[in-house]
Structures are given as C-alpha cells and as structure tokens.
C-alpha cells in the first residue's frame, strides 16, 4: 500500500493554526508512548471510537492514520465490523460508508494497481 496522502484539509488547518496541531499531534505521541499497545493498534481502538461517536471526520482521520500506520484495508473493515453488536447496524454502516469513501478518493490506493 503506497504512504496515504495527507488531506487537504488537515493541511490547511495546520497551515493556519500550527501550535494548535503541534500540540495535539504531541499529545497522541506521548499517549501512545505511555502504554504496550502499538502505533496500528491504537488508530484502529480509535477509529471503533470515532464509529460509536458517529464522527465522519474522526472516522475518515483515523482511517486514513491507522494505513498510515500499516493497517490493511482488511482490518479495519474488520474492526468496523465488530462494532455491529455493539453500536449498531446502521451506525457501523454509516462508518464503513465513510471509510469506503477514503478509499474509493485514492487516499490510500494500493501500489501497481
């Protein structure tokens, strides 16, 4: 899988407010450095996180984080999939419609292909 691009629109609010990202991107460094759960791991805790809290823009950051981090497109359907019991069918639904989205953009297409 070829290094997802970053979003337009993460790059212009970092543009305009670059403390503000600075520190909140330190933020999740120091909270994943602090316990055994690796860097993939912890974007796809947080992406089923961002699916129950019906977050679009969570979701799709966190998608886009967790390939960049070297999860596959297979787990993180998987780990959308197991919220059904959990959160619901619609609202696991709404989330793997806005996954689908990332991917079907290009922001995380496959190499060779």
Known sequence: MSAPSTPPF???ISKQFP??????ENLGIT???VGP???KTS????????AAM???GAVCSHTYRALQAGASPEE???TLLLLISTIG??????????????????????QGT
């Open 37 to 39: 759960i690796d860097e």
């Open 19 to 24: 403390e503000v990202i600075k520190a909140v």
């Open 89 to 110: 069918f619609p609202q696991t639904m709404a989330a793997i419609s806005w996954y689908q989205q990332i991917m079907a953009k290009g922001i995380a297409d496959k």
């Open 43 to 50: 974007h796809l805790i947080q992406l089923a996180a961002a």
């Open 31 to 33: 909270l994943r450095a």
């Open 54 to 56: 019906h977050s679009e």
């Open 10 to 12: 993460y790059t212009s």
């Open 76 to 78: 993180i359907s998987h």
